[in-house]
């Protein structure tokens, strides 16, 4: 079984200051790893995605994350936030056979100060 | 963006009533997902479909039922209307020619039961 945890429902950060958004997974098979970021009123859209090739991997608008099997964690960051990043996020995993369905955490909202 | 398309996208009903929402692809994905959003629990998974009239329960089914007798649609029944069903639900697609296990999200229906 896999599972997902996101340490904090809410962040809040002021605007121009690090984002940090914590992740960590459990998985008896090697994971595939997700960040999604969800607008008001909107769909889900992908962030980015680790599988299986660098551990560091590059979202869109300056996001990215590590994957660090040693501590089981692919936290979120971004150098400097800006007032559109206030989102909710989710981070997901599935196995690495990209067959099984996709596991939630459940979601942490970032709220960015002026 | 991935075509998508749910419907209705608000529905309100009352308790006991059946209602049916439809996810309609243009993708030709081979996987389709039926999860649901509430506050404070994230994404659910309630059904998915790996192929025309294969499907799977999901973490939450209990008062669902599926249906997919073409590629391109996938449907979520409730057949007796619940007020705990009051939620947000989202379809997704995965398994395109890239098959990472990566979903692609509908922009929900929003269903409220009284």
């Known amino acids: 079984a896999q599972s997902v945890t996101q340490l904090g429902s809410h962040v809040s950060v002021s605007e121009g200051a690090l984002v940090l958004l914590r992740c960590n997974y459990s998985s008896s098979v090697p994971p595939y790893l997700f960040w999604y970021v969800q607008y008001p009123n909107q769909g889900l859209q992908l962030l980015l995605k680790?599988?299986?090739?660098?551990?560091l991997v590059k979202g869109i608008n300056g996001f990215e994350a590590e994957f660090k099997k040693s501590e089981t964690s692919f936290h979120l960051t971004k150098p400097s936030a800006h007032m559109s990043d206030a989102a909710e996020y989710f981070c997901?995993?599935?196995?690495?056979?990209?067959?099984?369905?996709?596991?939630f955490g459940k979601g942490t909202r970032l709220s960015v100060i002026a | 963006d991935a075509g998508i398309t749910q419907s209705p996208r608000h529905k309100v009903t009352e308790t006991g009533t059946p209602v049916t929402l439809r996810c309609h692809q243009t993708?030709?994905?081979?996987?389709m997902y039926w999860y649901r959003q509430d506050p404070g629990h994230g994404l659910r998974l309630i059904h998915y479909s790996y192929g025309v009239k294969d499907t799977d329960k999901g973490e939450v089914s209990d008062g669902y039922s599926v249906s997919r007798s073409k590629t391109e649609d996938f449907l979520l029944t409730l057949e007796s209307a619940t007020s705990s069903q009051t939620s947000v639900y989202f379809c997704a697609i995965s398994g395109g020619t890239e098959n990472t296990g990566e979903l692609f999200f509908g922009e929900g229906s929003r269903l409220t039961v009284l």
């Open positions: 993708e030709n994905h081979r996987y």
């Open positions: 997901a995993v599935t196995s690495s056979s990209g067959n099984t369905p996709l596991v």
């Open positions: 680790y599988t299986s090739a660098a551990t």
